[in-house]
């Protein structure tokens, strides 16, 4: 069974940090895409950071340009969303997404709630 769990998440103050972590299972780590998204109330879910098979491909959105960075360990299964100077407009649920670099499988965790304001 195919199964990735998010953690970490919480409130913070604006300024402040948090890393996001991603924990698989079930499947070929290394085979698969990584990617972050987020939705925030009332909007659709966009994403945030993608990193590639090979580890040293990484996109992000220009609104956490700069400010998160996205990092995967293969042999541990975990791909990591690192989140600086984090901001009220951030609060969303974070989720994570795995995707198969050449077949259509495609899964989601559950997602993980983070939160900035003073």
């Known amino acids: 069974q195919v199964q990735l769990v998010e953690s970490g998440g919480g409130l913070v103050q604006p300024g402040e940090s948090l890393r996001l972590s991603c924990a698989a299972s079930?499947?070929?780590?290394?085979?698969?895409?990584l990617s972050w998204y987020r939705q925030a109330p009332g909007k659709e879910r966009e994403l945030v950071a993608v990193?590639?098979?090979?580890?040293?491909?990484?996109n992000y959105a220009d609104s956490v340009k700069g400010r998160f960075t996205i990092s995967r360990v293969n042999p541990i299964n975990t791909v990591y969303l690192q989140m600086n100077s984090l901001k009220p407009e951030d609060t969303a649920v974070y989720y994570c997404?795995?995707?198969?670099?050449?077949?259509?499988?495609?899964?989601w965790g559950q997602g993980t709630q983070v939160t900035v304001s003073s």
């Open positions: 997404n795995a995707r198969h670099r050449l077949r259509a499988s495609n899964y």
């Open positions: 079930g499947l070929t780590f290394s085979s698969y895409i």
């Open positions: 990193i590639f098979t090979g580890g040293g491909t990484t």
